[in-house]
Nanobody
Framework: QVPLVESGGGLVQPGGSLRLSCAAS????????MAWYRQAPGKEREWVAD???????NYLDSVKGRFTISRDNAKNMVYLQMNSLKSEDTAVYYC????????WGQGTLVTVSS
């Protein structure tokens, strides 16, 4: 059973929006702080945003005010609402636990281009 499955990526024009989803299974989701990460072409994976089990959030400075992370503990889901997308947001996006991370999923590709 794959612990983390990301979805919702795609091609979007600059200024557009996407909502990413992450389905978690086989982990103690309700007590786990979760995060979104991204890896742009030729770059290392970077942290984007995180959310505690209680809903406290943190964001990378470059996405503050544009991205919103949320979670639904009843559904074992984490979301990333991305608005005002820029070309520099182009990357493969992944979710994972912050502490004792699972094996990485396949991620979901976000391409921001006109």
């Amino acid at each position: 059973q794959v612990p983390l499955v990301e979805s919702g990526g795609g091609l979007v024009q600059p200024g557009g929006s996407l909502r990413l989803s992450c389905a978690a299974s086989g982990i103690n989701f309700g007590i786990s702080a979760m995060a979104w990460y991204r890896q742009a072409p030729g770059k290392e994976r970077e942290w984007v945003a995180d959310i505690s089990s209680g809903g406290l959030t943190n964001y990378l400075d470059s996405v503050k005010g544009r991205f919103t992370i949320s979670r639904d503990n009843a559904k074992n889901m984490v979301y990333l609402q991305m608005n005002s997308l820029k070309s520099e947001d182009t990357a493969v996006y992944y979710c994972n636990k912050i502490y004792q991370p699972c094996n990485w999923g396949q991620g979901t590709l976000v391409t921001v281009s006109s």
